[in-house]
């Protein structure tokens, strides 16, 4: 009973609708229901295959119905086309099976957009790159194909948006691992840009400081500050494994610089409390300090030389070596007076 009462009533509303109005909203819900099909059936049971005459058909060509229309003959073979890569996968009837005016079943509308290409920009081989990536992606290849199409307005929308310009990043650091001319080209940038440079040298110190503790942690070896690599005790491996794992807790876009700068200072202080307690660690510590300033020290002075004396020659020069022959002459004292409390040979 109800849903004869709906029928009039639907009847009765209808009676009144101008029928322009009524076949603006058949047309619309054809569209609702199956999207693009919709109209790319209008086009193929109405516009000539390819090589067939017109008095062969009642059908016209596509630059005709596109004047009929009203818009470019290149709108219309995208549907046209559209229609015969989905004919061939056997979705819809062939062209030749249509005429005009005929109705035929039409395919879900989801299913539109695998078939259309809304730019021509989508049949050259830049347009299927961006097609394929988008169906990667699980996106509508025409909507990247309209970003790819206009770069003004993706930059627009970097420069306004933080999650765009986050989307874009990420997209950049995909692609720049098997892209080495954008490497080059990124890295160029990064050289001749003063905020990027102090930027990179920052996240390089802080990337160094969480590597010392993360080898703590995880290899069980600290490093001292003259350059001794030893075992680290049980509790300051524990430690660093505590601090490591605040690190890895935090939030991706939290910032981790006082925290690294925390652990990193909490974990130097307690490897050198460790060797200060050990006397044994201590005075190694103390000989390798000596041993790797002599080997800088050694290998600054080979690498002058003085073939070229009365060129360069200065006074100060003189002085400051007369200053270091007098140093090192004291060392060697110390050193030799040491041996000799010890009962050692002076070499």
Request: charged share 35%.
């Amino acid at each position: 009973m109800t849903a004869a009462i709906t029928s009039s009533e639907d009847a009765a509303t209808r009676a009144g609708v101008p029928d322009p109005v009524e076949r603006d909203a058949r047309d619309f819900g054809a569209y609702a229901r199956n999207g693009g099909w919709a109209f790319a059936l209008k086009v193929a049971r109405s516009v000539r295959p390819g090589g067939q005459s017109a008095e062969d058909t009642r059908k016209v060509s596509a630059k005709e119905f596109a004047g009929l229309a009203g818009c470019s003959p290149d709108r219309v073979m995208r549907y046209y086309k559209a229609w015969d890569r989905a004919a061939d996968d056997g979705l819809v009837p062939h062209f030749e099976t249509l005429m005009p005016g005929a109705d035929v079943e039409l395919p879900d509308g989801e299913t539109w957009s695998a078939y259309y290409a809304s730019r021509s920009s989508a049949a050259s081989e830049r347009g299927a790159a961006i097609t394929e990536a988008a169906e990667a992606e699980g996106i509508r290849p025409t909507k990247a194909l309209e970003v790819a199409e206009n770069p003004t307005a993706l930059r627009a929308a970097i420069l306004a948006d933080p999650s765009t310009a986050k989307a874009a990043r990420a997209a950049l650091l995909d692609r720049v691992k098997e892209d080495p001319s954008l490497q080059t080209e990124l890295a160029r940038d990064i050289a001749r840009t003063d905020e990027l440079k102090k930027a990179v040298a920052t996240e390089n110190r802080a990337a160094d400081r969480i590597g010392y503790v993360r080898q703590i942690a995880e290899k069980g070896q600290i490093r001292t500050p003259a350059g001794q690599t030893l075992d680290a005790p049980a509790e300051l491996r524990s430690e660093a494994e505590r601090r490591l794992s605040l690190l890895d807790e935090l939030d991706e876009g939290e910032d981790a610089g006082e925290w690294v700068t925390e652990a990193y200072d909490t974990m130097r202080n307690l490897v050198v409390e460790t060797v200060e307690a050990d006397p044994e660690l201590r005075l190694q510590e103390r000989r390798t300090k000596v041993y790797s300033g002599l080997q800088r020290a050694t290998k600054v002075f080979e690498e002058l030389t003085f073939d070229d004396a009365d060129d360069i020659y200065e006074d100060d020069m003189v002085q400051r070596l007369e200053e270091l022959r007098q140093a090192i002459g004291t060392a060697i004292e110390a050193l030799r007076g040491a041996a000799g409390r010890e009962g050692r040979p002076a070499s």
